[in-house]
């Protein structure tokens, strides 16, 4: 079964600031998509940033950006000149390509973006 | 905001008693998962539906069960309510079941009493 790490429970920066959140993951499988989804107390869970496994180059969306290291199984989501808005909870999330399309996500960690 | 809507938003229950949450999926998406997130956790996958079929279960008990209705949108029922099922229950609907973005509704917070 596949296990998803963040042992980062809380973290806080100032605003414009760059942050960066850690994952760490376990599976056999060679070919799965990793996630990271924003959850602000609207409660509703947003994507962040997504990447595939079998692609080299690491994915890349406006201010946040991943180093995806498949052989060290790490997946770190790097936000820069951090926003208020980007204060939330951060889930890191594994999606195997086989059977359901089940997430297995992280335990989050606090983002705090102080003004 | 996603096209995922869920109802109701809050829902306080008794002990033993049963609960229905409903989740209308985003237009075009045939795909329905429901996850349960306790507080200060991540989301544990409860089940999928595809095109109206259980495509797969977590570590979840019978009292968990679920449906899926022709135009895509799904029920959650829970049996015989426990303390420990008071939590925030969250639909995704997704196309297909082959790693496609799935969008989240904004959950039902379920008080067991």
């Known amino acids: 079964a596949q296990t998803v790490t963040q042992s980062q429970p809380e973290m806080s920066v100032q605003e414009a600031e760059t942050v960066t959140l850690s994952c760490t993951y376990d599976t056999s499988e060679s070919n799965y998509y990793l996630f990271w989804y924003k959850q602000p107390p609207s409660r509703q869970m947003i994507l962040v940033i997504r990447q595939e496994a079998y692609k080299q180059q690491n994915a890349t969306e406006n201010r946040f950006s991943v180093n995806f290291q498949k052989a060290a199984k790490s997946f770190s989501l790097k936000i820069s000149d951090s926003q208020l808005g980007d204060t939330a909870m951060y889930f890191c999330a594994f999606l195997s390509i086989q059977g359901a399309q089940k997430l297995v996500f992280g335990q989050g960690t606090r983002l705090t973006i102080n003004p | 905001e996603t096209g995922v809507t869920q109802s109701p938003t809050h829902l306080i229950k008794t002990r033993g008693q049963q609960v229905t949450l409903r989740c209308s999926s985003q237009s075009g998406h045939n795909t329905v998962s429901w996850y349960q997130q306790a507080l200060g956790q991540g989301p544990q996958f409860i089940f999928q539906?595809?095109?109206?079929?259980?495509?797969g279960r977590g570590n979840f008990p019978p009292r968990f069960s679920g449906l899926q209705f022709p135009n895509y949108s799904s029920e959650l029922n829970v049996n015989a309510l426990l303390l420990g099922d008071s939590a925030l229950y969250l639909c995704?609907?997704?196309f297909g079941t082959g790693g496609t973005e799935a969008f989240f509704g904004q959950g039902t917070r379920l008080t067991v009493v």
């Open positions: 539906y595809y095109r109206e079929e259980e495509n």
């Open positions: 995704a609907s997704s």
